[in-house]
T-cell receptor, first 109, second 116 residues
Framework: ELKVEQNPLFLSMQEGKNYTIYCNYS?????LYWYRQDPGKSLESLFV?????AVKQEGRLMASLDTKARLSTLHITAAVHDLSATYFC?????????FGTGTRLQVFP | DSGVTQTPKHLITATGQRVTLRCSPR?????VYWYQQSLDQGLQFLIQ???????AKGNILERFSAQQFPDLHSELNLSSLELGDSALYFC?????FGGGSTDTQYFGPGTRLTVL
């Protein structure tokens, strides 16, 4: 059974600092996704990573995938308050997504 | 706005009752997925339909059922409701398989179900 683990579960960071969220999954999978969720809101697609070594960047967020280690990272550069949200990684294919537990990020001045 | 719509936004009902949640996918998307999000279980996949047919099943209770209609909208039916069914229910849709699609699932705004 595919399991997806994220850490940390909670991250409080100061504006301007860098940090990384880790996503480990237990079995080989076609692709890996990162989503953002604001409190009480829907999930917004951030990245989809399709192959080993894939790297995607959007603004202050950069995601990478190492399929051999079954590990994806979401790196935050020079955090700003607007990045405060919960971030989920999800693994799956064309039939379903298995989500990680989520990392709740709070960025403070 | 993802283009996926869900109604109603909020639903408050009593234990033992039955409710229907509705989802309209993005224009052109053939796949519809249902997920349940709760504090104790996190985000869990329930069921997937593709062009009217059930394609994958997850941790969906027997009291729950779903269908996808010819116009591609989907309904999730929850019956004999229990307190533990209180959660946020999301519908997602994705483009037809192949053709360079990344199969990204786009999520609707969700229906918040409260069972009293």
């Amino acid at each position: 059974e595919l399991k997806v683990e994220q850490n940390p579960l909670f991250l409080s960071m100061q504006e301007g600092k860098n940090y990384t969220i880790y996503c480990n999954y237990s079995t080989t999978s076609d692709r890996l996704y990162w989503y953002r969720q604001d409190p009480g809101k829907s999930l917004e697609s951030l990245f989809v990573l399709l192959s080993n070594g894939a790297v995607k960047q959007e603004g202050r967020l950069m995601a990478s995938l190492d399929t051999k280690a079954r590990l994806s990272t979401l790196h935050i550069t020079a955090a700003v308050h607007d990045l405060s949200a919960t971030y989920f990684c999800a693994v799956g294919g064309i039939d379903k997504l298995i989500f990680g537990t989520g990392t709740r990020l709070q960025v403070f001045p | 706005d993802s283009g996926v719509t869900q109604t109603p936004k909020h639903l408050i009902t009593a234990t033992g009752q039955r409710v229907t949640l509705r989802c309209s996918p993005r224009s052109g998307d053939l796949s519809v997925y249902w997920y349940q999000q709760s504090l104790d279980q996190g985000l869990q996949f329930l069921i997937q339909y593709y062009n009217g047919e059930e394609r994958a099943k997850g941790n969906i209770l027997e009291r729950f059922s779903a269908q996808q209609f010819p116009d591609l909208h989907s309904e999730l039916n929850l019956s004999s409701l229990e307190l533990g069914d209180s959660a946020l229910y999301f519908c997602a849709s994705s483009a037809p398989f192949g053709g360079g699609s990344t199969d990204t699932q786009y999520f609707g705004p969700g229906t918040r179900l409260t069972v009293l």
